[in-house]
Nanobody, 126 residues
Framework: QVQLVESGGGLVQPGGSLRLSCAASGFILDYYTIGWFRQAPGKEREGVSCISRQDGRPAYADSVKGRFTISRDNAKNTVYLQMNSLKPEDTAVYYC???????????????????WGQGTQVTVSS
């Protein structure tokens, strides 16, 4: 069964850190471009970060650049999103998604992502 499962969300104070995990089963993550997305209440889903299958290059939204880091652990078939210096505006449900594409992840629209996880809640509040 093909599945993506996110974990690592929770409640954290502003300035704190969390590491989200996206574990895959039923397929090999290394063959896919992986994206992290988030959706806050009343807002549209937005791309946060992605890592290309093509060349392994990461990309970040301007709002998280310098604070978030995406990485892969192929041995664990898992992708991570390290989130530092968290702000209240980072509060959202975070999703990981996968698509098999040879393009840079910057060129892949959200609608192209084929596999999605169920999401994990991140709340940044004092």
């Amino acid at each position: 069964q093909v599945q993506l499962v996110e974990s690592g969300g929770g409640l954290v104070q502003p300035g704190g850190s969390l590491r989200l995990s996206c574990a895959a089963s039923g397929f090999i993550l290394d063959y896919y471009t992986i994206g992290w997305f988030r959706q806050a209440p009343g807002k549209e889903r937005e791309g946060v970060s992605c890592i290309s299958r093509q060349d392994g290059r990461p990309a970040y939204a301007d709002s998280v650049k310098g604070r978030f880091t995406i990485s892969r652990d192929n041995a664990k078939n898992t992708v991570y999103l390290q989130m530092n210096s968290l702000k209240p505006e980072d509060t959202a449900v975070y999703y990981c998604a996968a698509v098999r594409s040879g393009y840079s992840c910057l060129a892949i629209p959200t609608s192209a992502y084929f596999y999605w996880g169920q999401g994990t809640q991140v709340t940044v509040s004092s």
